[in-house]
């Protein structure tokens, strides 16, 4: 979600420059005005009327309109196109003519980029603000323009931009309203209020700083001065359903979707055209898991504006659900939705995850989803569909979201199969379902990430983040944010790779308050933003500290962990580098004794680029022992690749150890579970183990990966079911292996004996 200002918002904010300004204007700009205001106060009808007037003057008048006209003419053609969304071109066409007869009209420039954004062609607004802040780089209105489109693309600086409009206009009310969307999206509601007050104070009927205002006082829980600006808010534009937009928006942006839904389905009732409401109420539908109602509620709004890219790309992809099956898991309390050609292994997998998962969490954080309502979990193969389902979320991670009782991830086929951990991201949006519900919604996004992080480092060794130079670095440059400002290194990041170590470092704040106060204090937390406390009294009242005391406690708890190794840290580097270059000279055992003592520098860091790689293939050439415990180290100080553990499963097979090689290859699967090969191999070792059930799971991943001998997969599957005494299973295996291959001999004595042992009929 961008903060674009729609067509009517944006024009309307135009009509605050007052009377002085309709005395001095033409004719069609005068009247477009009026028309305007005629609009937003409810008579719609008599409006239209005036914008239809208005276009029929522009098409018969020519060369003779002057540039300001031309602009009225853009508005009323804009106007026009919410009822006919096809006179949007009209407009774009009006405000070029206007621009080519006064290049200097920088208002029309201005609205011209405006209407882009609307549109959602950031490329053309990015371009035609650039020609008029070249011209003059002071124009405020192309400032904050200028702000809302680096918020659509993602781009930094947004908060800068308007802090330098409003260096030049200290009153300018867009902008105080402008960096209240901002402040509330890092959830600094405090903030936000002061600069709505400011805002309402300069223009009491401003309709963005009303309509903004009733929302943030609902979400804070003022609800009698919300209920106050909303009824003066009504007063003044009653047919307008932009105060139930903005609090959809608000509430959408802090993960309150299904007040979000009720917010925007009030919008449609209040303005059935407010295309703007009838996709909010999709994409929260869509985000509770009620595919069917959002589908309606997208189609409407595409019905209704063609140009919102975002919605047709929401029901493309709601197109591409028939290509998923949908299969219910955990007596009834999960709901997966995952591609069919990969539905068969995945679901074998993420059933044991998830009711492990299910079972951990409802009772460490004291929440179960309501009765009847199952986890929706979708798995995405393609991270372009994946994205399209995560539109509008700022500061999210880039593999999996959370919704609450919705989550969706990609599958570890939708880039390169075996570069990510697709089961610690699993466990990370799980974590998000039970602390977001047992919060009611309301733990801010520090806080929730951080537990969802540290959760993964508790699930299996290896899951989750762990320290790097890159953040060691972050740290001793002063880059890291406090704790009562850790919000924007999620929402606003100034450099890259902010938001990752933010979520590192949240988890490292959720670390020391479980150290330090036990992690029922987590726990109690959660609990207490379940109350409607703010963040300064959570604090307060769980960890009987401030916010200034939390900072420097958290200061404290880093150079504690890291001081030593912040030292350590050019030396490092430097070790790595020259043990590098030491093996490619063929110097080995010198390049092995440099690297212990790289190792030990360090021993927190097991990244691609650091010493455990490098010296585990120095030592493999002798020492496949040593080499298998550098490894075997290594994947448990975080993400590894598929390769890497397979290496290490190879290597423990080589000397004999199948317990760790098992386990090496159970690890394996949670990043590539896609090689028919590996679940070959760990069924045999489950096998010599008497882990019948993990024998039984491996074996039916063969199968669902379509291997070239299916019936001999499908013999093998009916021998582990036998094995565990489930004779009706295995006489259905092995009967479809007797239908793959009626003369193959294996199952047909394997049949026969099930039959003669009693189990089973011929």
């Given at each position: 979600?961008?903060?674009?200002?729609t067509?009517?918002?944006?024009?309307?904010?135009?009509?605050?420059?007052?009377?002085?300004?309709?005395?001095q204007?033409?004719?069609?700009?005068?009247?477009?005005?009026?028309?305007?205001?005629?609009?937003?106060?409810?008579?719609r009808?008599?409006?239209t009327?005036?914008?239809?007037?208005?276009?029929?003057?522009?098409?018969?008048?020519?060369?003779?309109?002057?540039s300001?006209?031309?602009?009225?003419?853009?508005?009323?053609?804009?106007?026009?196109?919410?009822?006919?969304?096809?006179?949007?071109?009209?407009?774009?066409?009006?405000?070029?003519?206007?621009?080519?007869?006064?290049?200097?009209n920088?208002?029309?420039?201005?609205r011209?980029?405006?209407?882009?954004?609307?549109?959602?062609?950031?490329a053309?607004?990015?371009?035609?603000?650039?020609?008029?802040?070249?011209?003059?780089?002071?124009?405020?209105?192309a400032?904050l323009?200028?702000?809302?489109?680096?918020?659509f693309?993602?781009?930094?600086?947004?908060?800068?931009?308007?802090?330098?409009?409003?260096?030049?206009?200290?009153?300018?009310?867009?902008?105080?309203?402008?960096?209240?969307?901002?402040?509330?999206d890092?959830?600094?509601?405090?903030?936000a209020k002061?600069?709505?007050?400011?805002?309402?104070?300069?223009?009491?009927?401003?309709?963005?700083a009303?309509?903004?205002?009733?929302?943030?006082?609902?979400?804070?829980?003022?609800?009698?001065?919300?209920?106050?600006?909303?009824?003066?808010y009504?007063?003044?534009?009653?047919?307008?359903?932009?105060?139930d937009?903005t609090?959809a928006?608000?509430?959408?942006?802090?993960?309150?979707?299904a007040s979000?839904?009720?917010?925007?389905?009030?919008?449609?009732?209040?303005?059935p055209?407010?295309?703007?409401a009838?996709?909010?109420?999709?994409?929260?539908?869509?985000?509770?898991?009620?595919?069917p109602?959002?589908?309606?509620?997208?189609?409407?709004?595409?019905?209704?504006?063609?140009y919102?890219?975002?919605?047709?790309?929401?029901?493309d992809?709601?197109?591409t659900?028939?290509?998923?099956?949908e299969?219910?898991?955990?007596?009834g309390?999960?709901?997966?939705?995952?591609?069919?050609?990969e539905?068969?292994?995945?679901?074998?997998?993420?059933?044991?995850?998830?009711?492990?998962?299910?079972?951990?969490?409802?009772?460490?954080?004291?929440?179960?989803p309501?009765?009847?309502?199952?986890?929706?979990?979708?798995v995405y193969?393609?991270?372009?569909?994946?994205?399209?389902?995560?539109?509008g979320?700022?500061g999210?991670?880039a593999?999996?979201?959370?919704?609450?009782?919705?989550?969706?991830?990609?599958s570890?086929?939708?880039?390169?199969?075996?570069t990510?951990?697709?089961?610690?991201?699993?466990?990370?949006?799980?974590?998000?379902?039970?602390?977001?519900?047992a919060?009611?919604?309301?733990?801010?996004?520090w806080?929730?990430?951080?537990l969802?992080?540290?959760e993964?480092?508790?699930?299996?060794p290896?899951?989750?983040q762990r320290?790097?130079?890159?953040?060691?670095?972050?740290?001793?440059?002063?880059?890291?944010?406090?704790?009562?400002?850790?919000?924007d290194?999620?929402i606003?990041p100034?450099?890259?790779?902010?938001?990752?170590?933010?979520?590192?470092?949240?988890?490292?704040?959720?670390?020391?308050?479980a150290?330090?106060?036990?992690?029922?204090?987590?726990?109690?937390?959660?609990?207490e933003?379940?109350n409607?406390?703010?963040?300064?009294?959570?604090?307060?009242?769980?960890l009987?500290?401030?916010?200034?005391?939390?900072d420097?406690?958290?200061e404290?708890?880093?150079?504690?962990?890291?001081?030593?190794?912040?030292?350590?840290m050019?030396?490092?580097?430097a070790r790595?580098?020259?043990?590098?270059?030491?093996?490619?000279?063929?110097?080995a055992?010198?390049?092995?004794?440099?690297?212990?003592?790289?190792?030990?520098?360090?021993?927190?860091?097991?990244?691609?680029?650091?010493?455990?790689?490098v010296?585990?293939?120095?030592?493999?050439?002798?020492?496949?022992?040593?080499?298998?415990?550098?490894?075997?180290?290594?994947?448990?100080l975080?993400?590894?690749?598929y390769?890497?553990?397979?290496?290490?499963?190879?290597?423990?097979?080589?000397?004999?150890d199948?317990?760790?090689?098992?386990?090496?290859?159970?690890?394996?699967?949670w990043?590539?579970?896609?090689?028919?090969?590996?679940h070959?191999?760990?069924a045999?070792?489950?096998?010599?183990?008497?882990?019948?059930?993990?024998?039984?799971?491996?074996r039916?991943?063969?199968?669902?990966?379509?291997?070239?001998?299916?019936?001999?997969?499908?013999?093998?599957?009916?021998?582990?079911?036998?094995?565990?005494?489930?004779?009706?299973n295995?006489?259905?295996?092995?009967?479809?292996?007797?239908?793959?291959?009626?003369?193959f001999?294996?199952?047909q004595?394997?049949l026969l004996?099930?039959?003669?042992?009693?189990?089973?009929?011929?």
């Open positions: 979600m961008s903060y674009r200002v067509a009517v918002a944006c024009l309307a904010i135009a009509l605050t420059r007052g009377p002085a300004v309709y005395a204007a033409d004719s069609l700009d005068g009247r477009v005005r009026r028309a305007v205001q005629q609009y937003e106060r409810g008579d009808q008599s409006a009327q005036e914008f239809t007037r208005l276009a029929e003057i522009y098409l018969a008048g020519g060369d003779r309109l002057s300001r006209d031309l602009a009225a003419a853009a508005t009323a053609y804009t106007y026009l196109g919410l009822e006919t969304p096809e006179l949007f071109r009209s407009a774009l066409r009006a405000y070029d003519r206007a621009i080519a007869k006064d290049p200097g920088l208002e029309a420039r201005t011209l980029a405006e209407l882009f954004l609307d549109k959602y062609n950031s053309d607004a990015k371009r035609t603000l650039q020609q008029v802040l070249a011209r003059n780089d002071e124009y405020v209105p400032l323009a200028e702000a809302r489109r680096r918020v693309d993602g781009e930094r600086g947004a908060d800068s931009i308007v802090g330098r409009a409003l260096a030049l206009d200290a009153e300018n009310v867009a902008a105080r309203v402008l960096r209240a969307r901002f402040l509330a890092a959830e600094d509601f405090t903030g002061r600069e709505l007050d400011r805002a309402l104070k300069a223009d009491p009927t401003n309709a963005p009303l309509s903004f205002g009733a929302a943030l006082l609902q979400v804070t829980g003022d609800s009698n001065t919300a209920a106050d600006l909303r009824r003066r009504e007063a003044a534009y009653p047919r307008e359903a932009g105060v937009v609090l928006e608000l509430q959408g942006r802090i993960r309150q979707y979000a839904a009720a917010a925007a389905r009030a919008g449609t009732q209040r303005d055209k407010s295309w703007r009838h996709a909010l109420l999709g994409s929260n539908l869509l985000r509770l898991g009620d595919v109602g959002a589908r309606k509620a997208l189609e409407t709004a595409f019905k209704g504006d063609p919102d890219v975002w919605t047709k790309n929401t029901l992809l709601l197109d659900f028939s290509g998923y099956d299969i219910s898991a955990g007596n309390r999960f709901r997966f939705m995952i591609e069919k050609a539905s068969g292994v995945l679901s074998l997998y993420l059933g044991e995850l998830a009711e492990r998962a299910y079972s951990t969490f409802s009772t460490k954080y004291g929440y179960a309501p009765a009847g309502t199952p986890i929706r979990v979708e193969r393609s991270h372009a569909d994946f994205s399209v389902r995560t539109v979320l700022a999210l991670g593999l999996g979201v959370s919704f609450g009782n919705t989550v969706a991830f990609d570890p086929a939708a880039t390169d199969a075996g990510f951990i697709w089961g610690s991201t699993a466990w990370h949006e799980l974590a998000h379902t039970f602390t977001l519900g919060s009611d919604q309301r733990v801010p996004r806080l929730s990430e951080g969802s992080v540290y993964e480092r508790r699930a299996r290896g899951w989750g320290v790097t130079p890159g953040f060691l670095t972050a740290y001793a440059e002063g880059r890291l944010l406090p704790v009562s400002r850790l919000n290194g999620f606003r100034t450099y890259p790779r902010q938001v990752i170590f933010s979520y590192y470092q949240a988890s490292l704040v959720c670390e020391m308050i150290r330090d106060f036990s992690e029922k204090a987590l726990v109690d937390m959660l609990r933003y379940r409607g406390q703010s963040t300064e009294q959570v604090v307060r009242r769980v009987r500290m401030d916010f200034p005391t939390l420097k406690r958290f404290a708890y880093m150079r504690e962990l890291f001081g030593a190794r912040l030292a350590a050019a030396s490092y580097e790595v580098d020259s043990a590098k270059s030491l093996a490619q000279q063929g110097n055992p010198t390049a092995i004794a440099v690297l212990q003592r790289a190792r030990a520098s360090f021993p927190e860091y097991g990244g691609a680029d650091g010493a455990y790689p010296l585990a293939t120095l030592l493999a050439r002798g020492d496949k022992k040593a080499a298998a415990d550098v490894l075997a180290t290594m994947v448990t975080g993400e590894v690749t390769e890497t553990h397979v290496g290490l499963a190879d290597l423990l097979l080589e000397i004999g199948t317990t760790r090689a098992t386990a090496a290859l159970e690890a394996a699967m990043v590539n579970p896609f090689g028919v090969r590996d070959e191999r760990l045999q070792l489950y096998a010599r183990t008497g882990d019948k059930a993990k024998t039984i799971r491996e039916r991943a063969v199968v669902a990966l379509r291997p070239v001998d299916r019936a001999e997969a499908l013999y093998q599957l009916a021998v582990a079911y036998r094995d565990a005494g489930d004779t009706a295995a006489r259905h295996a092995v009967i479809q292996s007797l239908e793959e291959a009626p003369h001999e294996r199952a004595d394997l004996a099930l039959h003669e042992s009693g189990g089973v009929k011929p």
